[in-house]
């Protein structure tokens, strides 16, 4: 297998809602109206779909349950390029109709972080560290 994950996929409850809170709301590109059935977020390397909850579950076998949870045990990272961004980005978030769940904030690994959920419960980290630098195309580099 090549070292590669193409697209990550987030099975939500409210499709036009998803799809305001990342284009309108985070600015992710993508050509996906409210009523498309998927859409597609363009980031740098992996990209980014939503999809129906139920419908993504139905893809895997039919009677796959829902999860139930509000942490799964998964999170998504955005880093950044400066410590300022952290709290820049999760206001973006929170103004968008996510929700802060640890503010930004120095952290034992030496970085600066902090959480966010979008309306679906998903976690997403907004991080920064010395550590992390960017190539020409916006790829992480550690």
Known sequence: ????????TLGVKDMPRAIRFYRDGLGLPTDAKDDANIAFFMTTGTRLAVYP???????????????????S??????????????????KLAEKAGGKIVK?????FW???????????????EVAWSEQCQFDEY?????
Request: proline content about 7%.
């Open 73 to 90: 045990g998964i999170t998504i990272a955005h880093n950044v390029r400066t410590k300022e961004e952290v709290a820049h980005v999760l």
């Open 53 to 71: 909850l139920q419908a993504l579950a139905d893809d895997i076998a039919p009677d796959t349950p829902l999860p139930q949870s509000s942490f």
């Open 138 to 142: 916006g790829a992480i580099r550690f």
């Open 1 to 8: 297998m090549e070292p590669r994950i193409s697209i990550i």
């Open 103 to 107: 503010q930004a904030q120095d952290v």
């Open 110 to 124: 030496g970085g600066h972080s902090g959480y966010f959920t979008d309306p679906d419960g998903y976690h997403w």
